[in-house]
């Protein structure tokens, strides 16, 4: 019944915010667009999204987040619930109606991190074991190194979906060099420390990459 409750009050919260809003765009455009486009630019930044991949994602093209952004159009309240769903938000949070809810979103989704990485770190505690039970000739601890890089791309993942360039980075980062060390310990190939250099250039591309998409998030 209290689920049910909170369900409908969220409902008429929404149609309301959305009413608000369209009287607010009929009646006062200039007021609506000045009021949507400091917030709209502000929560993309804080999200590390470039312009091209807010629009991919609430589905317009790139001019129109950069229109929105400079209060020369408005989008419309089917796209202004997309872009407050995006960000975890109400449109009524979105519009400057009401503060965005102090939450526990961010503490959630660092438990789903941990808990995944964990879960990749149990399974190679498996296979060690398994490996030592059955005195299987090989490294079993060398399981425990593949666990980096598999932890290093679920990270990827996750940081893609709800934090910032910075997360991303650090990444992509650490899958870079923890796939050079797997590697480097697993092939018995001569000189193949050289692997090093090559994820000392991937490190390089990296950051190069992360300052582009930091450039092209703050236009």
Known sequence: MQVEEAALRRTVSKNLAAYRYGEAVRTFPRRAGAMLKDTIKKLRIQQGLSQDELAERVHVV???ISKWERGESLPD????????DLYGITVSNLIGEEEPPKEDRPRFHMFILILSI???FAVATLIFFLFVVFAIPYRAWLFFIYAIPVASILAIVFTSLWWGLLWQGISTSLLVWSLGLSLYLSLPVPNLEL???VC???QVLVILWE????SLAKK
């Open 118 to 120: 964990a879960l990749t």
């Open 200 to 202: 000392a250039a991937a």
């Open 211 to 214: 300052l582009f998409r930091r």
């Open 62 to 64: 790139r001019q129109t």
């Open 195 to 197: 692997i090093f250099l």
């Open 77 to 84: 309240i089917y796209i202004l619930t997309r872009i407050a």
